[in-house]
């Protein structure tokens, strides 16, 4: 197993351009999301699922959509980048086991700097 | 809202030299708080899950309580590899989400 896997792992961006962060497990765990680290800062949920066609808002989630097409696949779009949206961006995934295990598997990031 | 406060933010031991890192945190019902390492541009790892006040788990020289409002990390005669960021985060059983503290970073001199 691949685990979870994150494209690209830089990314260098002008203020209003727009693009999309790619997230991809081959666990078929239920349960995805998406966080932005800061420096010297721990997670922050951005948008999350529970499921194939169900998203969800977490913290901070303007400036960013997301959709869930395949249980697969969990893909992040930036709209128009701004400069407050430098951060490394992780995805993880959790099999979400009814009264068990939760555990988040992370993926290793994409760092992502806007000018 | 859920919290998590994690302290102190930075620790610098020698190697051999144990301590303990804090979580403090405030949830609505609590479904699980789990421990994770995190290594300088990677990803996080998980450690440990813990589930109710009282247990207890234990993984090489690292110890992880819990308590009703916080939990401790433990971390006995240290290595240098133990160097890492070292996250907790709660989840609510009324939340589909995490929330995560900020982090202690270890640093664990020869």
Known sequence: ?115 | EDQVTQSPEALRLQEGESSSLNCSYTVSGLRGLFWYRQDPGKGPEFLFTLYSAGEEKEKERLKATLTKKESFLHITAPKPEDSATYLCAVQAWDAGKSTFGDGTTLTVKP
């Open chain 1, 1 to 115: 197993n691949a685990g979870v896997t994150q494209t690209p792992k830089f990314q260098v961006l002008k203020t209003g351009q727009s693009m999309t962060l790619q997230c991809a497990q081959d666990m078929n765990h239920e349960y995805m999301s998406w966080y932005r680290q800061d420096p010297g800062m721990g997670l922050r949920l951005i948008h999350y699922s529970v499921g194939a066609g169900i998203t969800d808002q977490g913290e901070v989630p303007n400036g960013y959509n997301v959709s869930r097409s395949t249980t697969e696949d969990f893909p992040l779009r930036l709209l128009s980048a701004a400069p407050s949206q430098t951060s490394v961006y992780f995805c993880a995934s959790s099999p979400r086991l009814a009264g068990g295990e939760d555990t988040q598997y992370f993926g290793p990031g994409t760092r992502l700097t806007v000018l």
